[in-house]
């Protein structure tokens, strides 16, 4: 009876869902309660994904398989968050016309995975690859989030000045989202709760440095915030590092009551090692300061109970990684077989060509040799090149192949730098011709911006410095 209930529920929200725009759907995903999330959100997730991905909406099911990895984030389950942020690529939800918001949260989610992996450069790679795209956003809240990423990362490594430095501007980028003037941002629960953990973190920054005034004045403030949002997430933030600021001010009982709801909500909805731990330990330090011993056992087996689930944890992650690179080494390899063959088809063409040429070349001059005005006989390359210019312009799918015949050192050289795809050789090979942006997009039926944003794809893949211009590194490639 269950089941069936279960069965005719999803039903009706497939036809519910089935009426909204892919906006409104994401809505929903945002609307979603992340602090108490757990197997009925998930569920709910999952069937907004079904209909995303029937209406065609890429965008929206992504953002979907990147809060349900966020979730089992949250819940401990890093085999499964590592599972649903693969989703993303193995259905190919990502490509040039992907909104910045989707490529956005996928680097982050990675970006947190690398971090529990202890894979620091990684991790911090995930966040270069969009920090200046994020900061030139008008989005509020992109800047605010991805700055305090960075200042998480830099306090982990004890680096406190330069989280100070990230802190400090999350700090004024949320309020700027909160205060939301002019109505320039859609303001959820979730969005309005993260934007308030930032005056917890910069207490904590500040009662890290010894700067103990000033981290009295934001831990106030973030306990007085904490009771605007009724969010679990947010009072756990506020409480641990009030808790931490009342243990250096040696307020026992302050620190104490602060820390134990921090350990409730640990326990109870942040099964993460990440927040248990923390909590953990700095109960331990405060009972070793009290020298209370039972307390200090307790506290004691409780890491060790964690740190072993998490050292399990680390290892199934890590043998999922590794798969996943085996897996994309092989297919790597095999797109260069493919390649490789193309390339020696193209070359043995390119000769059945020239020889063909010259023989009906000779056989012609032959013919002729008692005439005195010889035609003029267009050189083979410009001859060649004519015809790939033309090819190009109708988006012909011979156009790579008689433009290999033109340029046969071309794919090679370009192969040498990253491995790319044939689309993306085929690409390389309009800018070496020199198209403009313009041009590319109306010979092959895509938008400028698509245009656009394979260009910037391009720069990464192939590391061309970015105060040199993209033509210019491909007329210097064959030199």
């Not at 056989?363 to 190009?392: G, R």
Request: aromatic share 16%; proline share 1%; charged share 30%.
């Amino acid at each position: 009876m269950v089941k069936k209930l279960t069965v005719f529920f999803l039903l009706i929200s497939s036809f519910f869902y089935s009426q909204h725009t892919e906006k409104e759907l994401k809505n929903m995903l945002f609307d979603i309660d992340f602090s108490a999330a757990g197997p009925k959100e998930i569920e709910k997730i999952d069937s907004l994904i079904k209909v995303c991905k029937k209406d065609s909406y890429n965008d929206c099911a992504a953002l979907g398989y990147l809060k349900i990895a966020n979730i089992y984030d949250k819940m401990n389950d890093t085999k499964k968050s590592f599972y649903y942020i693969n989703k993303v690529e193995k259905e190919n939800l990502i490509n040039s016309d992907t909104d910045f918001e989707v490529i956005f949260y996928l680097h982050m989610q990675k970006s947190f995975l690398y971090q529990k992996l202890g894979e620091r450069v990684a991790s911090f790679k995930q966040l270069e690859e969009i920090y200046d795209k994020a900061m030139k956003t008008d989005n509020a809240y992109f800047i605010y989030l991805i700055n305090r990423q960075y200042a998480s990362k830099y306090d982990e490594v004890n680096k406190k000045e330069l989280s100070l430095k990230y802190n400090r501007t999350a700090y004024k980028y949320s309020k700027i989202y909160r205060e939301n003037k002019g109505n320039r941002y859609r303001i959820d629960k979730n969005r309005l709760s993260n934007s308030y953990k930032t005056s917890a973190y910069l207490g904590g920054i500040y009662t890290d440095l010894n700067q103990l005034d000033s981290a009295k004045i934001y831990i106030e403030e973030a306990i007085h915030n904490e009771k605007k949002v009724n969010d679990i997430g947010v009072k756990y933030i506020t409480s641990f590092y009030a808790g931490r600021y009342f243990k250096a001010v040696k307020n026992v009982k302050q620190a104490q009551y602060y820390l134990w709801i921090c350990k409730n909500i640990a326990k109870n909805y942040y099964k993460s090692e990440n927040y248990q731990i923390a909590v953990a330990g700095e109960l331990k330090a405060l009972y070793e300061s009290l020298g209370q011993k039972d307390s200090i056992g307790y506290y004691s087996n409780w890491l060790l109970d964690i740190e072993s689930l998490s050292s399990e944890q680390y290892q199934t992650l890590n043998d999922t990684v590794d798969q996943q690179n085996e897996l994309e080494n092989a297919e790597r390899k095999k797109e260069t077989k493919n390649l490789f063959f193309i390339l020696s088809l193209s070359i043995a063409t390119c000769l059945l060509f020239i020889f063909l040429f010259l023989y009906y070349y000779r056989k012609h001059k032959s013919k002729n040799l008692d005439k005195i005005d010889i035609p003029h006989q267009m050189p083979v390359q410009e001859s060649i090149f004519k015809e790939v210019i033309q090819l190009a312009k109708e988006n012909n799918p011979e156009f790579l192949t008689r433009f290999n015949e033109y340029c046969p050192h071309f794919s090679e050289e370009l192969l040498k730098v990253s491995p790319l795809k044939i689309s993306e050789i085929r690409f390389c090979a309009y800018i070496y011709l020199n198209f403009s942006t313009k041009e590319i997009a109306e010979y092959t039926f895509t938008s400028v911006r698509t245009v656009q944003t394979k260009k910037y794809n391009l720069r990464k893949k192939l590391n061309i410095p970015g105060d040199m211009d993209i033509y210019v590194w491909f007329s210097k490639l064959l030199k």
